[in-house]
Structure formats: C-alpha cells, structure tokens
C-alpha cells in the first residue's frame, strides 16, 4: 500500500489549496478514505472522510462549508479543495487508508 500526498504550500488567509493523494496497492473504490491533519504541539484530527462511491462525506466542524472533499476511483486518487483558509488550518496534512498513511503534505496560511 502507498498513498502519497501533493498539493501543499504556503497561502495567505482567504487563499485556496487543493491537495492530492494518490493510492495504490489496493482496490481503493472499495473504501472510505479520510484526510487528517497535525498542527504543531497538537494531535492528529480528522479532517475529511468520503464512502468508496463517493456518495457520503463528513467533515470537522472547523472546515465544513470551506473544505470539499472528492474522489476519483478512476485515478485512485482523492482530493481535498480547501477554500477560505485560515491560520489555524496551518498543519501537516496526511491521507489515510485503515493503518496506513501517507508521508504528509504542509500547509501554512500566513500573511
């Protein structure tokens, strides 16, 4: 299994990313995948999870209406557009499947 991340950097406030993950090594229509995050001196946090079809998603109350979370089983790939960010979004973000994850992505937003 691998998943990697892509699609971080540095945005001011009221900017926009959209990070990547691509997986691989399993049948990744199948399963629920998730977006967590890690900000400095702090513990890891759920983010964002999407159903195998897509069709169900979730969200931290601290980004529901600004993040989106979407995927294509096509690409094996899922996708987190992050609209309206903020200081507090700064974090290393990571993408998981069961047990595992990917090697993190960092985000800072900053003026």
Known sequence: VQLVESGGGLVQPGGSLRLSCAASGFTFSRYTMTWYRQAPGK?????????????????????????????????STVYLQMNSLKPEDTAVYYCNWRVYWGQGTQVSVSS
């Open 43 to 75: 513990e890891r946090e759920l983010v964002a999870g999407i159903s195998g079809a897509g069709d169900s998603t979730n969200y931290a109350d601290s980004v529901k209406g600004r993040f989106t979370i979407s995927r294509d089983n096509a690409k």
